[in-house]
């Protein structure tokens, strides 16, 4: 049919423009064309064949802005008193008690007999014992937490109390009292920080203490107060120098009974009720082991729970940092 009307619009088309170019005549060329012009041509489309479909092109979608990477500071390492601190366990809104053993290794028989006491303890080691890394060693693979105690000057006389080797005093020099302070805490690694042998006369002295915390500063560690003397700056001193400050509740054993110790236990006990919380300093004595052996593996029951010191230290910002920020 598409082929019929072609044939018949090429005819007529032809014998119009023939009409035209014999002279017949325009109005007969012209009417030629006009009945070529009422037949339909064919559409052009079904001269060509059909070309497959194609699939429109994917585009890549163009890549999401990324911002660029920047290197975050690296995190400063944490403080030697929370680096070697020992987990605290879960207190349950219990009382927390921390039990501190000063003077140990000077008398190694009862050091060790300590060291396997149920813990956390906090072992404080004498900075003149002999068998220090043992000591320290043996006290960490038992959970204990380590400080180091560190003579001081007391108020008695010299001849009629002796601090031990190398013990500070006010008469030193600041760069005399740095070096002993030095060559006390190099000989312990993984130490919390340090508490008071005696030393009642050195704690009440601000500027023999200022190079001490100084120190304690510059190495990250804390500073328990003994409390030998009601006049001690270790608070002051420590607050300025930003060192992490704690203190003694109670003494467990200035007598040396059986007795005495209970009595000093009850208390310990009474002092967490009313606070929340207690520091108890005792010494590897006799009367003073066989006391904790009955009560350590009670607290739970009695309602307490047992830390390390570094359990119950709170931070305060550096004296100069609250001034400054007072203006």
């Known amino acids: 049919m598409r082929q019929k009307t072609l044939r018949i619009w090429i005819g007529a088309a032809i014998a119009g423009a023939a009409a035209l170019g014999a002279g017949a005549g325009f109005g007969a060329g012209l009417g030629a064309l006009e009945r070529a012009s009422d037949v339909t041509p064919p559409a052009v489309v079904a001269t060509v064949m059909a070309r497959e479909p194609v699939a429109p092109r994917a585009m890549t979608p163009a890549p999401a802005f ?11 390492p944490l403080p030697a008193w929370r680096q070697f601190a020992v987990a605290a366990p879960p207190a349950d809104g219990r009382p927390r008690i921390a ?4 003077d140990l290794g000077v ?22 014992a002999l068998n220090l ?5 043996a006290g960490r693979a038992r ?5 180091l105690h560190v003579p001081m000057e007391p108020e008695e006389a010299p001849d009629l109390v002796t601090p031990g080797p190398n013990a500070l005093t006010t008469d030193l020099t600041a760069a005399e009292l740095r070096k002993r302070m030095q060559g006390a805490l190099d000989r312990v690694p993984g130490i919390v920080g340090i508490n008071n042998h005696m030393g009642s006369k050195f704690t009440a002295d601000r500027g023999a203490m200022t190079v001490v915390m100084q120190e304690l500063a510059a190495r990250g560690l804390l500073f328990l107060d003994s409390l030998t003397t009601s006049h001690s ?25 059986v ?16 606070d929340g919380s207690a520091i108890a300093i ?33 931070v305060e910002a550096p004296a100069s940092l609250v001034a400054k920020a007072a203006q």
């Not at 959970?143 to 400080?147: F, T």
């Not at 209970?262 to 009313?274: C, G, K």
């Not at 307490?304 to 570094?310: D, E, G, I, N, Q």
């Open 259 to 274: 007795e005495s110790v209970r009595a000093q236990i009850r208390v310990l006990e009474a002092t967490a009720r009313r």
């Open 99 to 102: 039990v501190v053993i000063d």
């Open 143 to 147: 959970g204990h937490e380590l400080m």
């Open 233 to 257: 700056v270790g608070r002051v001193t420590s607050r300025a120098a930003g060192v992490p400050y704690v203190a003694r509740d109670v003494f467990l054993d200035n007598e040396d009974t």
């Open 66 to 76: 990324v911002p660029p990477v920047q290197a975050l500071p690296p995190a400063e």
């Open 133 to 137: 890394p043992q000591l320290a060693e």
């Open 282 to 314: 005792a010494h590897p004595k006799a009367a003073t082991i066989e006391v904790l052996r009955a009560w350590l593996p009670t607290l739970a029951a009695r309602g307490f729970v047992l830390v390390p010191l570094t359990a119950l230290v709170e």
């Open 107 to 128: 008398q190694v028989p009862n050091a060790r007999r300590v060291i396997e006491l149920p813990g956390p303890l906090t072992l404080s080691l004498m900075t003149y």
